[in-house]
Nanobody
Framework: QVQLVESGGGSVQAGGSLRLSCPVSPYKSSYYCMGWFRQGPGKEREGVATIAYNGNTNYTDSVKGRFTISKDFLRENLYLQMNSLKPEDTGMYYC??????????????????WGQGTQVTVSS
């Protein structure tokens, strides 16, 4: 099974930026929904942003206006640009693929494929 491998995490101060990446070339010709999730300390995994095959995006309220999900021109990489980071954004961030075209969901159980995660730490 093809694995998803996230990169780009790190430690930043509040107000800083990070860009997460996840190669998704095995799925570039598909109609699949893709997304980013995170799990903070002592918290359940939650959806952050999703992007449909046609480019339509959805965000959880807490990141709207600060985070941007995108795919590159050839749809080989999934990105999450994170600006104006806050300490509450701290957590493990996961790339995920839902092998369906319907993308108006951020439930973890609706996504089939997962990466191992990349740690994001935001200090105040």
């Amino acid at each position: 099974q093809v694995q998803l491998v996230e990169s780009g995490g790190g430690s930043v101060q509040a107000g800083g930026s990070l860009r997460l990446s996840c190669p998704v070339s095995p799925y570039k010709s598909s109609y699949y929904c893709m997304g980013w999730f995170r799990q903070g300390p002592g918290k359940e995994r939650e959806g952050v942003a999703t992007i449909a095959y046609n480019g339509n995006t959805n965000y959880t309220d807490s990141v709207k206006g600060r985070f941007t999900i995108s795919k590159d021109f050839l749809r080989e990489n999934l990105y999450l640009q994170m600006n104006s980071l806050k300490p509450e954004d701290t957590g493990m961030y996961y790339c995920a693929v839902r092998r369906r075209s319907y993308c108006y969901t951020m439930r973890t159980l609706d996504f089939d494929l997962w990466g191992q995660g990349t740690q994001v730490t935001v200090s105040s």
